[in-house]
């Protein structure tokens, strides 16, 4: 045997890659997501290793499973991560009550889109951020500005949602309505919310995001607890593990939320509105 043929050979980054990608394409799809984040950990905890990067400034894996281990033993995870979903609860089911309302109202009545519709326009790009001085001056220091914070990110996405969702519905199915009889409530619910639920599950989603966004941006500033107050807690400590960890909690917390949200497209007027628009 040639002794060359003996010696192994390094395996290139372009065949490391192609085995891998083959591997996740013959795995099941729901282990897909799996293998990649252990692909993504493994890569990480290896570039730890051979010290590509500082772990003072950017922690390894085992290093983030420490302190994970860590903030549950001593409740703090449990604790924080209840505190902010409670803010992001409130704020966002008072815009939820509030938005869709308002939004079915100004899309039925052109008079009100035309007279409101300018001024919701002008206030929804303002960042929710922006109005932390005054949500701090008018309602102090603790959960209230916070609530208010996700409430204001949460309501303008849904009520311009909602409002556009009712001025598009074909004029056939109003017709229609009308001609069996249908008015007022009764054509609003008949009709009216199933032609617009999907547009309206669509900005819950979107808006359920950003309300996940605003709270921990708010705790940073405004309270002693939730996750954004670990994260900046975290950080000053100089506990960067801990940092990733929160971040590592707000993913998954916001996929959980996501997964609920998404799971009202079983509605059966849901499935009615999507078959025949």
Not at 9 to 14: E, K, T
Not at 76 to 95: E, K, P
Request: a positive charge; aromatic letters at 10%; one cysteine or more.
């Amino acid at each position: 045997m040639n002794r060359a043929d003996a010696i192994p050979q390094p395996v290139s980054p372009v065949s490391l890659w192609q085995s891998l990608q083959h591997l996740l394409l013959s795995a099941p799809r729901s282990v897909r997501p799996i293998g990649a984040f252990a692909i993504v950990l493994a890569v990480w905890q290896g570039a730890a290793w051979l010290g590509l990067f500082s772990t003072q400034s950017f922690p390894s894996p085992l290093a983030c499973v420490s302190g994970m281990r860590e903030v549950i033993l001593d409740g703090r995870l449990v604790d924080y991560s209840i505190a902010s979903l409670f803010r992001v609860t409130v704020g966002w089911y008072l815009a939820v009550l509030v938005a869709i309302p308002l939004g079915l109202l100004l899309g039925w009545h052109p008079v009100l889109h035309d007279a409101l519709n300018p001024f919701l326009q002008f206030l929804r790009p303002i960042s929710p951020l922006a109005w932390i001085p005054v949500a701090m001056l008018w309602f102090g220091i603790g959960d209230r500005p916070a609530i208010f914070l996700i409430f204001l990110a949460s309501f303008f996405p849904l009520a311009v949602a909602t409002a556009s969702a009712v001025t598009n519905i074909k004029k056939l199915y109003l017709r229609a309505a009308t001609n069996i009889g249908l008015k007022g409530f009764r054509l609003i619910v008949r009709v009216v919310l199933p032609a617009t639920l999907p547009s309206i599950i669509v900005s819950l989603r979107i808006s359920a995001g950003i309300a996940w966004l605003v709270v921990v941006a708010a705790e940073m500033i405004a309270v002693k607890s939730g996750l954004g107050f670990l994260i900046i807690d975290s950080r000053n400590a100089l506990r960067m593990d801990l940092v990733i960890v929160g971040m590592v909690a707000i993913g998954a917390i916001g996929i959980v939320l996501d997964k609920g949200i998404r799971r009202l497209e079983t509605l059966p007027n849901m499935r009615w509105a999507i078959g025949k628009q």
